[in-house]
């Protein structure tokens, strides 16, 4: 069955860091591109970031492009993504996502960027 | 970055009848896009690729159609499951989603 759980979450101060994880398993993590996927209260889906299963290409919506940073390891299977500067927009549920069409999709992990 | 349009915001639809949901490209994403469903407290769940093919384990009852930048989600007969919020997204390139379209009871 494949899984991907988050962590990392919690409450976080305007300005402040955050690295957020994701455990893959159930598939072979490094055949697969992974991607954020964040969800504002109340609001709809906007694509994060995005890395190839090699880490040779990576994208980032602009809205936090210079401020977050996506990474892999392929050998612990798994998903990262440090978050800067966070700003008071940031808060939201990231989800961990297989591949640009989603069949896998993590629970969710809550940031909330607040003072 | 490609923008994604959905039509209405809101649909009033009694169970058992035909729903249709609308989505439009701001440029060609060809047949590229997806559609999700997405119920309160839960991660979206795949129903559409290619713009018309069901993932599986999805019913019959939803397909898909349209190319370029018209898209329809089409419910062919509603269960009281079916009540939740749909998005597009096309990953023709960066991937974006549509506002979403929120399905309710009639």
């Known amino acids: 069955e494949v899984q991907l759980v988050e962590s990392g979450g919690g409450l976080v101060q305007p300005g402040g860091s955050l690295r957020l994880s994701c455990a893959a398993s159930g598939f072979t993590f490094s055949s697969y591109s992974m991607n954020w996927v964040r969800q504002a209260p109340g609001k709809g889906l906007e694509w994060v970031s995005y890395i190839s299963s090699s880490s040779s290409t990576i994208y980032y919506a602009d809205s936090v492009k210079g401020r977050f940073t996506i990474s892999r390891d392929n050998a612990k299977n798994s998903l990262y993504l440090q978050m800067n500067s966070l700003r008071d927009e940031d808060t939201a549920v990231y989800y961990c996502?297989?591949?640009?069409?989603?069949?896998?999709w993590g629970q969710g992990t809550l940031v909330t960027v607040s003072s | 970055e490609i923008v994604m349009t959905q039509s209405p915001a809101t649909l009033s639809v009694s169970p058992g009848e035909r729903a249709t949901l609308s989505c439009r490209a701001s440029q060609s994403v060809s047949s590229n896009l997806a559609w999700y469903q997405q119920k309160p407290g839960q991660a979206p769940r795949l129903l559409i690729y290619g713009a018309s093919t069901r993932a599986t384990g999805i019913p019959a009852r939803f397909s898909g159609s349209g190319s370029g930048t018209e898209f329809t989600l089409t419910i062919s007969s509603l269960q009281s499951e079916d009540f939740a919020v749909y998005y597009c997204?096309?990953?023709?390139?960066?991937?974006?989603f549509g506002q979403g379209t929120k399905l309710e009871i009639k």
């Open positions: 996502a297989r591949d640009k069409v989603v069949v896998a």
């Open positions: 997204q096309q990953y023709n390139n960066w991937p974006t």
